[in-house]
């Protein structure tokens, strides 16, 4: 019966709300040691709430059905609280949640509350989420209300036969119902958009414009080969340097970059803005992961649906962060994280042919 199923929920909502406020309150972590070997401190942590997804992206997923672990591998959801509280005593600021799909994450808003209820050294901690923005719409207002600061919508094509070839399965109008909600509900939008020549080149100026016109933010990323290539197509591979030009031609106004001070954020997007013009002092990022390498800055780590530890985007080694918290309890996770932080690279291996990359697939680690 409806009736039940909503008690249930709510129930079910009430517990994990007190578990997460009883954790926070606890304070029980050991300190983690969040300088990396080559005294990079980590500020940044990413978080995949989820390992599934409502699209399948082609740059993110093969078509055929994913194949699950069982679910009791994916951390609970005062599991992720603990853990962020650990790593926001130790200096964390920010904290992305990503997936798989983070929207489809039941309790997602309670634990936004939670999360954003933590507070470190320097402040609150920042709770942001990137998503492809398909069941958003009525999520956005919850989001904001719990606590979110700021929301990125993946938007690779304004062309709604488009968008749904490149997600398999994705309704524009519901990503951009979402995007209007969400600045609805105040919250800053940006957009994330894969540039992939000969599919979505010519919808660059149109997509930074669309995003411009509304308030919010446009960033253009490149393809990045993961899955270990298999999904990569070399020549759909658009750098950075062209895209920036690209949008500048379509506009018929310089970019120029933009001082990294006067940039809010902690990402490795490296952002211009319009010179003249309509658009004059619109600013858009683009993320040169291929051709324009920016991890000797690196200040993150990227934590999975299942609570391993990875030190960077671009290598599969991690540490078992659930095993740790399972088993050991949260005092335990201090040992993983020096060993994945003892080790993390300072670089990555992509190469523009679409070699060099990970095992692991983007939906798994959260880009
Ligand atoms: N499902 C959410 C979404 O799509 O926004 C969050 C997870 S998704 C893995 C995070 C970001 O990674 C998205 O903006 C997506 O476009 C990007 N992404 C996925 N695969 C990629 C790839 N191979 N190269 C570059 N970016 C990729
Ligand atoms: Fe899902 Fe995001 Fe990957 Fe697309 S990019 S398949 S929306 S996780």
Redesign the pocket.
């Known amino acids: 019966m409806p009736a039940t199923i909503v008690q249930l929920r709510s129930r079910a909502v009430r517990s994990a709300q007190a578990e997460a406020s009883a954790v926070v309150a606890a304070g029980s972590c050991e300190a983690l040691p969040l300088v990396d070997r080559l005294q990079r401190r980590v500020r940044y942590l990413r978080v995949s709430v989820t390992d599934r997804?409502n699209?399948?992206?082609t740059y993110?997923?093969p078509a055929g059905e994913k194949d699950y672990g069982p679910r009791d591998a994916v951390l609970r959801l005062e599991e992720v609280v603990t853990v962020v509280e650990a790593f926001v005593a130790a200096g964390v600021e920010r904290v992305r949640l990503t997936?798989?799909?983070p929207t489809g994450r039941r309790g997602i808003v309670e634990l936004v509350a939670a999360l954003a209820r933590l507070r470190g050294a320097a402040g609150p901690l920042q709770v942001v989420m990137t998503t492809?923005g398909e069941t958003l719409a009525p999520l956005a207002r919850p989001l904001r209300d719990a606590g979110l600061a700021a929301i990125t919508v993946?938007l690779d094509s304004l062309q709604p036969d488009r968008f749904t070839a490149i997600?398999r399965r994705g309704r524009l109008e519901h990503v951009l119902a979402g995007i209007d909600a969400a600045l609805a509900a105040g919250l800053p939008v940006k957009t994330n958009t894969v540039a992939v020549r000969g599919f979505n080149d010519d919808e660059l100026g149109t997509i930074a414009r669309f995003a411009w016109a509304r308030g919010a933010t446009p960033r253009f990323i490149e393809l990045m080969p993961m899955s270990g290539g298999a999904l990569f197509v070399p020549g759909e591979l658009m750098p950075a340097a062209a895209v920036r030009e690209r949008v500048a031609a379509e506009i018929d106004a310089p970019l120029q970059d933009v001082p990294a001070r006067d940039v809010a954020g902690l990402g490795p997007a490296r952002y211009v803005a319009v010179s003249r013009g309509p658009w004059a002092g619109k600013a858009l990022g683009t993320i040169g992961a291929m051709t324009e390498n920016f991890c000797a800055g690196c200040n993150r780590v990227r934590l999975s649906a299942t609570g391993q530890l990875h030190g960077c985007l671009g290598h599969d080694d991690a540490g078992d962060l659930r095993r740790a918290l399972r088993e050991h309890g949260p005092a335990a996770m201090a040992e993983v994280v020096a060993r994945v932080l003892g080790t993390k690279r300072d670089g990555h291996g992509f190469h523009v042919d679409g070699t060099g990359g990970p095992r692991k697939s983007?939906?798994s680690i959260g880009g």
């Open positions: 997804c699209y399948r992206c993110c997923m997936g798989g799909e492809n993946s997600t983007m939906i």
